[in-house]
């Protein structure tokens, strides 16, 4: 076999193979896309993504809940020194 | 009449069950073996093979020593792009050997010749596999 049909055979057959393999390629490509798009679609995936975002708004709100709480401790333990305080005074001014 | 009815259903059942599973190993199985196997035939025996049976051709035996080290480097490395390039330039030499062959008239003085043909089928199926697994990490 000569280098020119060497040369001529090996350029069809690689531009027939990029071809063929141009033409699968694109096809697997949508294939994927239409898998994802049903993945993405599906029940499951929307209760998923449903309890995630439940999840993540009582999270927030179980944070916030516990800096009011603190809030409150602190209040009240304010107002314990300061009915301790009036309570000693109103001894001291009964007493007098 | 009836039974060997039942029976003819149940044996296309199986036989259907077994064609779905053998199509999804085929498209899902890891393909790593049979990269080093493509890419270790076309390096060491599709040079050797078509120089006893075709004769002297550099512009094809030279390169696809290259390419089948090219693969087996990429096979070791686990980068999925590389793999992907190596499997299509594995492929195309698969695909030139079986045309050459097919050229020379070697398919008809021998059924062991259709081996190429073989060679260039499993190298499209696991570049097929090797682009799906792309596909899906890109996708995620």
Redo the contacts between chains.
């Keep these: ?1 000569d ?1 020119t ?3 001529v ?2 350029a ?3 531009l ?3 071809g ?2 141009k033409y ?2 694109a096809r ?2 949508v294939k ?1 896309e239409l898998k ?1 798009e049903e993945k993405s679609a599906s029940d499951t995936v929307l209760y998923r993504d449903d309890l995630k975002k439940r999840v993540e708004e009582m999270d927030v709100a179980l944070k916030e809940a516990n800096k009011e709480l603190l809030a409150l401790t602190e209040k009240v333990a304010k107002l314990e020194t300061e009915n301790t305080f009036l309570r000693r005074e109103i001894d001291i001014l009964k007493s007098k | 009449m009836e039974r060997s009815k039942g029976r003819y259903a149940e044996a296309l059942k199986l036989v259907r069950k077994i064609l779905t599973q053998l199509k999804e190993v085929w498209q899902y199985s890891d393909s790593q073996p049979t990269e080093i196997t493509l890419a270790g035939a076309l390096a060491v025996l599709f040079p050797i093979a078509t120089y006893l049976e ?2 002297y ?1 550099p ?2 035996q030279l390169p696809a020593i290259a390419a089948g080290l090219y693969q087996l480097y990429c096979v070791s490395g686990d980068c999925i792009n590389c793999r992907v390039r190596a499997s ?1 330039i594995t ?2 030499f698969y ?2 050997g079986a ?2 062959y097919l ?2 008239g070697y398919y008809w003085q021998g059924a062991s010749y259709w081996g190429w043909i073989l060679l260039t089928f499993s190298s ?1 199926g696991s ?2 596999r090797i ?2 697994e792309q ?2 990490r890109n ?1 995620g």
Aim: overall charge positive; proline content about 0%.
């Design positions: 076999m280098n049909t060497q040369i055979i090996t069809i057959t690689l027939g193979s990029a063929i393999w699968a390629e697997l490509r994927a994802k | 075709i004769g051709a512009i094809i299509f492929f195309c695909a030139v045309v050459l050229y020379k499209f570049l097929k682009k799906k596909l899906h996708n």
